[in-house]
């Protein structure tokens, strides 16, 4: 079992950014691939940004360029920078967990076992 605490959300105008953390309760985080999703009212979850236990990465396209996400294997964090925020990046966001059975990044959310509770970020113009 993995628990997954997100923080770092709030209120930021437009062009601002903000930083996401997610911290893991798993032993090592080289053991999972790890994920952000977000959903915004009305809307299914999608992918935002994903990191392997190798470090590799992938991004939604929408996000590519203003987001990076990243981790802190001795701290079992991971974190998404987001940068160049719009009000289309509004939604709750979500941090989640896979066993590695892959060694590249998985989009669909399905595939992720672990879950964090979300935080909010509201972007306004």
């Known amino acids: 079992q993995v628990r997954l605490v997100e923080s770092g959300g709030g209120l930021v105008q437009a062009g601002g950014s903000l930083r996401l953390s997610c911290a893991a309760s798993a032993r090592a985080l080289t053991a999972y691939n790890m994920a952000w999703f977000r959903q915004a009212p009305g809307k299914d979850r999608e992918f935002v940004a994903g990191?392997?236990?190798?470090?590799?990465?992938d991004y939604a396209d929408s996000v590519k360029g203003r987001f990076t996400i990243s981790k802190d294997n001795a701290r079992k964090t991971v974190l998404l920078q987001m940068n160049s925020l719009k009000d289309e990046d509004t939604a709750i966001y979500y941090c989640?967990?896979?066993?590695?059975?892959?060694?590249?990044?998985?989009?669909?959310?399905?595939?992720?076992?672990?879950w964090g509770q979300g935080t909010q970020v509201t972007v306004s113009s």
């Open positions: 989640a967990a896979k066993g590695v059975s892959s060694l590249s990044v998985s989009r669909d959310p399905n595939e992720y076992v672990f």
């Open positions: 990191l392997t236990w190798r470090a590799i990465t």
